[in-house]
Every structure is written in structure tokens, then in C-alpha cells.
């Protein structure tokens, strides 16, 4: 079976994070992918040797970055790589960048430039903080323009805390879906009009739909959310977070409030019945932090698994605070195929994208190895009309890297 998106060939000029991630999840529904890059390879196939980051002697960053891609090494400041590139375009349905505005105009990768290649094309682009206003040409990362710039990173600050620093990569995953989702929309409107389309997503603007609840509430012209100690959060059964008696943490949110004689009896808490501080949902708001002791307490006397199998006998709503390892061994993340194996990777799992669609004869493709970098530079320039040749003579300008 092939995948819903094959036939569809994708140029992509884009490095670190959330375009690369966007044409992965591309790739996955079955797109032709050509990563265009330096002839020293994208930055993050070195991540992994990243000051600060889980040291690994495995690129562990190529793989939610590269895989089922193919590599074409080009010098996009040479002339004869830009016209190379342009020879790529001409057969390509989408072109996907993170240059920003400068670099387009200065490498000649604009729309205008692709468009005037290949007047189909769906152009996709993704800078920092939009395209207007005095920050449009800023550098900007997800820790800057998705978490610091859009109030996350506040909303996130403990009470009396600093601020937490962002997990790797976390907004740039969720920017790349909407990346990809609006390049589905772009596809589509050709496939109905017949013309091309430049769509578009920032860092910015996505941390902000991150943040849309407490952002509407700032629009409307509420105070902040207030911050609270643990013990202090004013529905301790709806977002209560609970330590075990080994240091683990539940969090239990259980929207009816008739549930709460489920999270009491799956502790025998039998002394809380007919208590009237916790008789009515008011009562409980009221005595919210007399709740909160209580429950800590019973959670606080047993061990994580303990805690899970009564919730879970008992219907509660809940989750553990799980590790990041953890997940990699999460049956049920297994089950849903959250962790598929890499092919001709010697057993390294990866990171399934997001979006999954369903339809008779199509599946998602199976992730490939992430190419090395120039892999396909022979290959991809000889398919649409260079000789070995002129690719010589490429390699010799250091126009373009052949695979090493």
C-alpha cells in the first residue's frame, strides 16, 4: 500500500527543528522528501553533541529530523547551486523553508523566485514572529518566540519559582504539524483550482495558540491566572498533583463532582464520608485546602503502583507523572504504534508523527534511515538532467557535496 501523499515531491531548504520536522511528517504519509543542505550537513544532525543535551555517540537528533528523507548537498551561495536547485523545483509540487526573509532574497529562494520556476508550486515558509512588525527579520527559536514572547513561559513559573526551562524542541514539534497541516490545505486548493499558494506559520503565533485560554481571558481584560503551591490549588480533584510514598506524583482530574466518592473509596477513606467540608462541590472549594492534606495524606502512605491499580480499579481520572524514558516503554504508546522502528537502523526506534489518516489501500510509510548528508546529490541532480559531469564540476566549485 502506498502512502495517501505519494506522488507528491517536496523541496525542503530548512534547518534545526520545526520545518525538518514538518516534511518527517510529510514523509510519513508518503511524500517524496529532498532535504537540500549544506554541504557540511543541517546543524541539528549534531545535536546530539549539544552542551546541555543527553550526550549519545548516536545521532538521536537525525532521526526525528531525516528519516525517509533523501539528501541533496547544495552551496545555495554558489550561483550554479541555486540554478541546480531551481532544476529540482521544476518537478516539485511543494517547497518548504526556514531562511529567513534575507536569506531567501540573497539565495534567491523568495516565493517570487520558486513561483517563477514553477508557478504550481505550494510555497511553505516558517520564520520566528510572523511576517510584519519590527520583529519579522529577528532570529527567534521555540524557546524565545513559542515559550518566553507568548506568555507560556510565565503562565509555567512555580509561585515563588524561576522561570522552568523549555524541554528540547517542544514547540517546534507542535509549529511543524501546523506547518504540515497548511501545506495538506495548499495541496488541496491546487487540487481543486489547479493554482499554487504560499502558506505560512510562525513560532510566535503558534505559542500564542498554545496559550489561546489564558490569552482570550487577557483579551477580554481578566486578571492573571494565580499561581499556587501544590497544596494550595483550589480543586484539589480537579488538577490536584499528589506525591506517593516514593516521591512520584499523580495528577487527578475529575471533572464530575459526583466522582468523588470513587477517589475516596479507592482508598477505604471511610472516615471522610458524612464529612460536610467535602459533602458539596462549594464545601469542598471552600475547604480546599483541608482536601488537599487529606488526600495527600492517604496517596503519601502508598507506593506508585499501589496508587495506580485503586484509581484505576476505581474509575478515577487520572495520570502518572510519567518520565520521558517511561513513555519509550508505554505499553499503551506501544499498542498505538507511538514508537515504530526505524528501518535498516539496527533496532533504534523512533517518534511517530502525529497526524494519522485512515482510508482503504493507504497506510503511513514505515521510517527509513535518515540519509547521510549528500547521499542523493548524484542521483537526485543526474534525474532531472545533469551529467556526472556537470556534477563533477559542481562538486569541484563546491557548489554541491557528493555523498561521502
Known sequence: MAGILSGIRVIEVASMAAAPNATVILADLGAEVIKVEPLSGDPWRYGHMTPGLPPS???????????????????????????????????????????PRPVQESLNHT???IKAVNPKIVYASINGFGL????????????????????????????????????????????????????????????????????????????????????????????????????????????????????????IMEMNPDNIANLRDAFGADHLKGDERFATPQSRLKNAKALFDEMQAIVGTH?????????????????????????????????????????????????????????????????????AVGEHTVSELMAVGFTEDEIKALAEAKAAGLPR
Not at 206 to 212: I, Q
Not at 317 to 324: A, D
Open 57 to 99: 555517540k548516536i545521532p538521536w537528533t537525525t532521526y526525528i529530523q531525516n528519516r525517509t528523507k533523501k539528501s541533496v548537498a547544495l552551496n545555495l551561495k554558489k550561483p550554479e547551486a541555486q540554478a541546480a536547485l531551481n532544476k529540482l523545483v521544476e518537478k516539485a509540487d511543494v517547497f518548504l523553508t526556514n531562511s
Open 111 to 113: 516565493y517570487e523566485d
Open 132 to 251: 510584519e512588525g519590527p520583529d519579522k527579520n529577528a532570529p527567534g527559536f521555540d524557546a524565545t518566540a513559542w515559550y518566553a514572547r507568548t506568555g507560556i513561559m510565565e503562565e509555567l513559573r512555580p509561585k515563588d519559582g524561576d522561570p522552568v526551562a523549555l524541554p528540547v524542541g517542544l514547540g517546534d514539534l507542535g509549529t511543524a504539524a501546523t506547518l504540515a497541516g497548511a501545506v495538506l490545505g495548499g495541496l488541496y486548493h491546487r487540487e481543486r483550482t489547479g493554482n499554487g499558494s504560499e502558506v505560512f506559520t510562525s513560532l510566535m503565533q503558534n505559542g500564542l495558540w498554545a496559550n489561546a485560554c489564558m490569552m482570550q481571558s487577557a483579551l477580554v481584560g481578566t486578571d492573571p491566572m494565580p499561581k499556587f503551591h501544590l497544596d494550595e490549588w483550589p480543586n484539589p480533584v480537579l488538577g490536584g498533583r499528589f506525591k506517593t510514598k516514593e516521591g512520584r506524583y499523580v495528577i
Open 303 to 371: 507506593d506508585l503502583e499501589t496508587v495506580k491499580e485503586r484509581l484505576s480499579k476505581f474509575g478515577v481520572n487520572f495520570s502518572v507523572v510519567q518520565t520521558t524514558a517511561e513513555c519509550t516503554q508505554d505499553e499503551h504508546m506501544i499498542a498505538n504504534g507511538c514508537f515504530p522502528e526505524v528501518e535498516g537502523a539496527d533496532g533504534i526506534r523512533t517518534v511517530d508523527s502525529p497526524m494519522q489518516i485512515f482510508s482503504e489501500g493507504v497506510e503511513k510509510v514505515k521510517p527509513q534511515n535518515p540519509p
